[in-house]
């Protein structure tokens, strides 16, 4: 039995928080980008042509029905084979835009659906522009709708930013694999890792929780 | 250097690989469902500690990365003062994630079988346990299948993690082949093929469940 020393790990907090930092950076740029991917598949998949719906299918059910960490591998070291070299930081931002998009289009497409015909021929007897009904009438409310839902599928990709480690991005967990080669203290650097990320995974929920107030306040409306 | 082709005995390596993935996943779901029935049960028990406890548990398990879990396990059975294979760490650290989420899988569905139903045992005298076993448990059982089928898909997919930790799974062997061959992108494309192949037809039979189950 050893005792746990966490001495080395905490002289480097510093590193840590830098790691935390980068994948705060990475997971919020990868959840913009599969917010506008996943809207536009969803309305692809919503397409009158069965082609664009074919596409929107294949994409989706392709990215769901393989590992994350194949997604990435073939990116990051099968794209260089067709003269499309990427940086270790551009691919996993890549590969988990695509990888985010894909389960966020599923439950936008949930929200859109949810949407009642009368509203849009409301808007239309307004007199609303087309990009103003799918902006207001559908897109806005469709997001209020699910956004529960996700959240907890933007706190997945929060997690699964980790695996962007195997790769050599210097993010929290990859910042961990170096210390425990330093230190050789594996068992107290993945504790306080894995404590950082519930503290991340925390602070991501209120924070979405607080754009959920300042972007829908008609959900909060006391009737 | 030269590498070597990419032929059909890398294929078949691989095709061992898919096999030591769908074993892991199978590992992780009878143990995780050992433990993810024990967790539900505890979080839909009338003892207000007791559901803490299983909410905790599911809350830290939910919010830690697999892949830091997986390194905890790997690393920390030394810890433990146990001399363990790292296969048997990463099993364990894998049924320890599967519990979590089917734990709260069920607990889900525990819930969603109308109030009416456990009212219903109640006033015919049926004991909680009892009602629990013939009331409520059949019931939700059927609500939890497709939720169930579709978190296994999901094991499939995330024991690909274990390849970090270098368990020689599907992921692994393509990393090897792919290493030997210099062809990554075949190499990487054909793992997803695999993945898909098992996954795919998981995933239309959960669909399928749930349709069936919203109809009736």
């Known amino acids: ?223 | 250097m030269m590498f070597q082709e990419f032929s059909l005995p890398h294929v078949y390596f691989m095709l061992q690989g898919l096999a030591w993935t769908i074993g892991l996943a199978v590992i992780a779901l009878t143990g995780g469902s050992i433990a993810g029935s024990l967790l539900a049960l505890m979080a839909v028990s009338r003892n207000r500690w007791v559901r803490r406890v299983a909410k905790l548990y599911i809350f830290v398990v939910q919010g830690t990365p697999l892949l830091v879990t997986l390194f905890i396990a790997y690393f920390g059975a030394n810890y433990v003062g146990f001399e363990v294979p790292p296969l048997v760490a990463i099993s364990i650290a894998f049924s320890f994630y599967a519990a979590a989420f089917l734990g709260e899988i069920w607990r889900g569905s525990i819930h969603s079988v109308p109030i009416g139903q456990s009212e219903g045992a109640h006033a015919l005298g049926l004991s909680r346990f009892d009602a629990m076993r013939y009331i409520i448990i059949p019931q939700a059982v059927k609500i939890a299948t497709p939720p169930t089928v579709g978190f296994f898909v999901m094991l499939i997919k995330n024991t690909s993690l274990a390849s970090v930790v270098s368990i020689t799974e599907l992921t692994r062997t393509a990393q090897i082949v792919s290493n030997a061959t210099f062809k990554p992108l075949q190499v990487y494309l054909l793992a997803a093929l695999f993945y898909f192949l098992v996954c795919f037809p998981l995933t239309i039979v959960s669909r399928k469940l749930e349709r069936r189950l919203h109809k009736s």
């Open chain 1, 1 to 223: 039995m050893n005792y746990l020393d966490f001495g080395g790990v905490f002289s480097r907090m510093d590193l840590l928080i830098s790691g935390a930092i980068l994948t705060m950076q990475v997971s919020l740029l990868a959840m913009l980008f599969a917010l506008c991917l996943a809207t536009l598949v969803a309305v692809m998949q919503l397409s009158r042509f069965a082609t664009v719906r074919f596409v929107a299918v294949a994409y989706i059910e392709a990215i769901r029905n393989t590992p994350f960490i194949v997604q990435l591998f073939v990116i990051y070291f099968g794209l260089p084979a067709i003269g499309m070299s990427l940086e270790p930081l551009p691919s996993a931002i890549l590969a988990m835009t695509f990888y985010g998009g894909a389960y966020t289009s599923e439950i936008i497409r949930a929200g859109i659906q949810a949407v009642s015909k009368g509203q849009i021929e409301a808007g239309k007897s307004l007199g609303m522009s087309t990009l103003d009904i799918f902006r207001y009438i559908i897109i806005k409310p469709a997001i209020a709708a699910v956004y529960p839902s996700m959240v907890s599928q933007f706190i997945l990709l929060l997690l699964s930013s980790s695996v962007v480690s195997a790769i050599s991005v210097p993010e929290l967990t990859g910042i961990g694999n170096d210390i425990q080669g330093i230190t050789l203290r594996n068992m107290e650097v993945y504790l306080v890792i894995a404590a950082m990320y519930v503290a991340l995974v925390a602070l991501l929920k209120g924070g979405l929780t607080l754009i959920e107030r300042r972007v829908f306040p008609f959900k909060f409306l006391k009737g």
